[in-house]
């Protein structure tokens, strides 16, 4: 998948590099990220808002609550 030209569109339509940032999780043998992007300019700033989607048969689905992946409370 190509998640680069996703996170490039993000940056370009929604405000720019570090507004939005497209985090990918997905299942093998345990939930986990397979793609989280970043701006060059902005690897160690958080993004102001996250878009999480879930991957699992080729298909996407929104993450409202990431944190339920993993149990944490």
């Known amino acids: 998948m190509d998640f680069e030209s996703v996170q490039y569109y993000l ?3 929604f405000g720019g590099p570090g507004k939005i940032r497209l ?3 997905s ?3 345990q939930n986990r990220i397979i793609y989280k ?3 060059e300019n902005l690897e160690r700033r958080a993004a102001e ?3 999480c989607l879930y991957l ?3 298909h996407f689905s929104f ?7 993993f149990k944490v409370r």
């Open 56 to 58: 699992q048969d080729r």
């Open 37 to 39: 992007g970043c701006s």
């Open 63 to 69: 993450l409202g609550k990431p944190q339920q992946l």
């Open 27 to 29: 299942y093998e043998h």
């Open 11 to 13: 940056d370009c339509e």
């Open 23 to 25: 985090v990918v999780f």
């Open 49 to 51: 808002f996250n878009l």
